[in-house]
């Protein structure tokens, strides 16, 4: 079946090469229905089952970082983002299974729903009222405990920023595991992952010093998956809600180069 079909592109004359620079599938709602496939099982686990994002960015908007055409896509889909979540697909998937990709992506472009706040309003709730830059980076600005934000805006969707403001508990960042030890006298140190294993643990106290641990010297050692960041849930206003995410989806870290 599979080799059908590459007979018959390769008898229309179809160039599947990195070099294209429009899809040569483009419009082709088999091709789209095909990467759909493809995309249920290597992307959704951080897109979402309808590439509406989750832990990745929202792929349905449109907009996208990495440029606006085909050749764009095809390019990170196949070389990655260096230093991200997003893997590299080139040595798993043939040129033509990147462009079905591509096909499906573009099939599932939909209007926007960017956050409706107000992003200046958001900015001064994170530095002032909300107390988030006392653990989050913005730009090497602020605390260490939590993830750098400087580019959640661009790695992250909408609705994961929303959720990880609201109930920070639901899915934690990989890596940024809360720790609790307790020692032989009973006192508790808690703090967020720095490593684990079975022998030591090493974590970030809330005064961001680092502390090591040997699990022979204490009583126990736990990783817990609930947050150190406080529910926001009850402490923020709707419209400070809002106002919070408007700012956050702004975050696109350092222009890209291009
Ligand atoms: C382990 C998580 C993960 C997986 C699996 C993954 N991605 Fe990504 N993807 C990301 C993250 C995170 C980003 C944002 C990177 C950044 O900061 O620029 C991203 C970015 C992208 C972008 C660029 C978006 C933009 O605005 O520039 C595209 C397109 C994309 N992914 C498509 C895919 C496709 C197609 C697959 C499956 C073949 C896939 N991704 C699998 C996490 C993932
Ligand atoms: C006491 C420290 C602390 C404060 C204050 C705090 N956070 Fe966090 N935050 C964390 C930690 C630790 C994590 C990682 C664990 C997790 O996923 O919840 C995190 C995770 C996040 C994430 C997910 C990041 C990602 O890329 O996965 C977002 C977004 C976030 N915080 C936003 C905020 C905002 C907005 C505020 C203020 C309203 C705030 N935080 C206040 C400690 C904090």
Same mark, same amino acid.
């Given at each position: 079946?599979? =080799?059908?079909?590459?007979?018959?592109?390769?008898?229309?004359?179809?160039?599947? /090469?990195?070099?294209?620079?429009?899809? $040569?599938?483009? =419009?082709?709602?088999?091709?789209?229905?095909?990467?759909?496939?493809?995309?249920?099982?290597?992307?959704?686990?951080?897109?979402?089952?309808?590439?509406?994002?989750?832990?990745? $960015?929202?792929?349905?908007?449109?907009?996208?970082? @990495?440029?606006?055409?085909?050749? +764009? *896509?095809?390019?990170?889909?196949?070389?990655?983002?260096?230093?991200?979540?997003?893997?590299?697909?080139?040595?798993? #998937?043939?040129?033509?299974?990147?462009?079905?990709?591509? @096909?499906?992506?573009? !099939?599932?472009?939909?209007? !926007?729903? &960017?956050?409706?706040?107000?992003?200046? &309003?958001?900015?001064?709730?994170?530095?002032?009222? /909300?107390?988030?830059?006392?653990?989050?980076?913005?730009? &090497?600005?602020?605390?260490?405990?939590? $993830?750098? *934000?400087?580019?959640?805006?661009?790695?992250?969707? *909408? &609705?994961?920023?929303?959720? !990880?403001?609201? %109930?920070?508990?639901?899915?934690?960042? $990989?890596?940024?595991?809360?720790?609790?030890?307790?020692?032989?006298? /009973?006192?508790?140190?808690?703090?967020?992952?720095?490593?684990?294993?079975?022998? !030591? @643990?090493?974590?970030?106290?809330?005064?961001?010093?680092?502390?090591? #641990?040997?699990?022979?010297?204490?009583?126990?050692?736990?990783?817990?998956?609930?947050?150190?960041?406080?529910?926001?849930?009850?402490?923020?206003?709707?419209?400070?809600?809002? +106002?919070? *995410?408007?700012?956050? %989806?702004?975050?696109?870290?350092?222009?890209?180069?291009?």
């Amino acid at each position: 079946m599979k =080799g059908i079909w590459l007979v018959a592109w390769a008898a229309a004359g179809i160039c599947f /090469g990195q070099t294209a620079k429009t899809n $040569p599938l483009a =419009g082709d709602p088999q091709a789209a229905e095909a990467g759909r496939g493809v995309f249920r099982v290597y992307c959704s686990p951080c897109h979402g089952i309808k590439a509406e994002g989750a832990r990745g $960015p929202d792929l349905t908007l449109g907009v996208f970082n @990495a440029g606006s055409g085909d050749a +764009d *896509l095809f390019a990170v889909i196949a070389g990655g983002v260096p230093g991200t979540e997003m893997p590299a697909f080139a040595a798993r #998937f043939a040129d033509e299974h990147v462009w079905r990709l591509v @096909a499906y992506i573009r !099939s599932v472009k939909k209007e !926007s729903a &960017a956050a409706k706040g107000d992003a200046e &309003a958001g900015e001064k709730l994170f530095w002032g009222k /909300g107390a988030c830059g006392q653990c989050h980076m913005v730009n &090497a600005k602020g605390g260490r405990l939590g $993830p750098d *934000l400087s580019r959640a805006g661009r790695q992250r969707s *909408l &609705a994961y920023l929303r959720s !990880s403001v609201v %109930t920070p508990g639901a899915e934690i960042t $990989p890596g940024f595991a809360t720790i609790t030890v307790v020692k032989n006298d /009973g006192s508790k140190v808690v703090g967020v992952q720095r490593s684990i294993d079975n022998y !030591s @643990a090493q974590l970030m106290d809330m005064k961001e010093n680092i502390q090591s #641990f040997w699990r022979s010297d204490v009583k126990s050692i736990g990783r817990e998956f609930k947050s150190l960041m406080p529910d926001y849930g009850k402490t923020l206003s709707a419209t400070e809600l809002d +106002d919070m *995410l408007a700012y956050l %989806t702004r975050l696109k870290g350092e222009e890209t180069k291009r």
